[in-house]
Each structure stands twice: as C-alpha cells, then as structure tokens.
C-alpha cells in the first residue's frame, strides 16, 4: 500500500505562486509514474500533470504549460508541483496519484491523496 499525503496548497491572488507538495509513504516510488489532477467545484477530476518514475519524462494539460512544474526526489519520496502566474480558473482541489508503470493522462492511477485546496483570487 502507498499513502498520499498532499501539502502546500491555499488562497493567493492571481499571479502568485504555490508549490504543492506530496509525500509518500508506505513504500518507495522507484517504479511509480506520479501525477496531479484537480476537481473544480461541479466538474469531473481532470489531470494537470505527470512524471515518469525516472523524472526524465512531463506531461502538462495545455492550459498549465509554461505556468505549472512538476518535478519529484526521490530521496524524499515526494513530488512537487511548482504552480506560477496563478489564474482564478486554477482555483480547484489538487490530488496527487501514484501508478505503476507509465506515466498516464487518464484517471486509472493505483492511489490517490486526499487532496489540497488551491483558491486564487482575482
């Protein structure tokens, strides 16, 4: 089993910044594609980005291109998503997830945190 715990998230206006933060327990990532996905009040969870479980590889939904970093140490057992130039629209609670193997843009990851509230102001 793998417990998720995220961290990091709160209220900024726009343009601010947030790094979300999210460890792991309960065995290491080594083998673990990692992802974050959101929820916005009234709509679906929707992936925001992943890295392969070597870091070499990133995904990024296209509206967070050029604004959101995900990067992972593994001697920590954590990853991080660095969020710059915040927009309200990224106002949303933040899941991160873990799954074996590949790095994927769907919801079929093994565990998921609880989540981390992400409110940006205009």
């Known amino acids: 089993q793998v417990q998720l715990v995220e961290s990091g998230g709160g209220m900024v206006q726009a343009g601010g910044s947030l790094r979300l933060s999210c460890a792991a327990s309960?065995?290491?990532?080594?083998?673990?594609?990692m992802g974050w996905f959101r929820q916005a009040p009234g709509k679906e969870r929707g992936f925001v980005a992943a890295?392969?479980?070597?870091?070499?590889?990133?995904d990024y939904t296209d509206s967070v291109k050029g604004r959101f970093t995900i990067s992972r140490d593994s001697t920590k057992n954590t990853i991080y998503l660095q969020m710059n130039d915040l927009k309200p629209e990224d106002t949303a609670v933040y899941y991160c997830?873990?799954?074996?193997?590949?790095?994927?843009?769907?919801?079929?990851?093994?565990?998921w945190g609880q989540g981390t509230q992400v409110t940006v102001s205009s």
């Open positions: 890295i392969s479980w070597s870091g070499v590889t990133t």
């Open positions: 997830a873990a799954r074996y193997g590949r790095l994927r843009r769907l919801k079929d990851y093994d565990y």
């Open positions: 309960g065995r290491t990532l080594g083998d673990y594609a």
